[in-house]
């Protein structure tokens, strides 16, 4: 997007950081949250692809207390387990209108950046086991778009971030790339003191241990923030997510640059994202997509419509039925 409409964007969001707190698997209940009308019957629901997230467990304990196969987003609105992980949340930006190919951007313009950071707890462990001479664990001088302490009285490190651009004429979001550094960092540090054994890493195996629920989580509580955000924040219904292909080649990634493909295969999939060769409107206005195109028209994207479960949900059902009494809310504490 442009550097104006960027600085628009920044100026209506909350300063400052916004708690996020999030445990394995609250990416289903939450997404079913926010893509359910008021009331549909379960069944239409499993006869869709978003069927995988009323498969998960707290899903399905959901559903099993509302015993009349109807189901509503009020039903999944307060679900929740622990343990959790606390985040906080900040926005960034990243781009410019020249050196596209660098900034790995689809088009020439900015990105938003949504930055996930781990609490102020984790410095304190960072600086008793591992450094405590300023240090971070994305590197003081990383040229990636994460937190820097230098300056920031509210520093937080951020344990990864997401890239977003968007289109508010065509009421689409393209998430550009989810990465961590952080957790790259932490995985080869884990091998490197198992393989020493030294005292000194073995305490610093202290700091591996207290990471390991954020490492399991990262990427899903990265995307299930990056689509809220992208929803309730700024209002935009279709999302869009590039493949591990429409990355490369989008935007003209060299192959050391190359993301893993869980985070742009199996983890898109697991949010019932669909593939379509249908690209953001706002792409298909660009040259540079143009000309890709040209030469390679079977290129393929992840697309996630907000109210697609929205149209018509019980237009069957009430012509046939009286409309329900709700209840209220109901809650799921699982142990």
Known sequence: MNTQLLDEVIACLPNGKTHFRYFKGAYAPRLLEMLLPN??????????????????????????????????????KMAWQEPSQPFLLSVNRWGSMK???????????????????????????YERHISDDGDTLNGRWSSHPVQRPDGNVLFRETLAWSRIDIDFETNEALIEEIQSDGVRNVQNWSKHYQRCACERCNERLQYITWMQPYKTVWSEALLCATIEFIHKELGIERIFMHTARSGWKVKKMCEKWHAPRSLYCDLPTKFAFKKTHAAPEFLLHERCYKQLIRKQPDIDFYQLSMH???????????????PLKTTGETVCHAA
């Open 99 to 125: 050196e596209r190919d660098w900034h790995q951007t689809s088009r020439f313009g900015e990105n938003l950046v949504l930055q996930l950071n781990l609490p102020k707890e984790h410095q304190r462990m």
């Open 308 to 322: 697609e479960l929205k149209r018509n949900p019980m237009k069957n059902y009430f012509s046939k039925h009286k």
């Open 39 to 76: 009331q549909t019957r379960v069944h239409t629901v499993k006869q869709s692809r978003f069927k995988r997230l009323l498969d998960q467990p707290l899903s399905k304990k959901i559903v099993a207390n509302c015993g009349n196969g109807i189901v509503s987003s009020h039903h999944f």
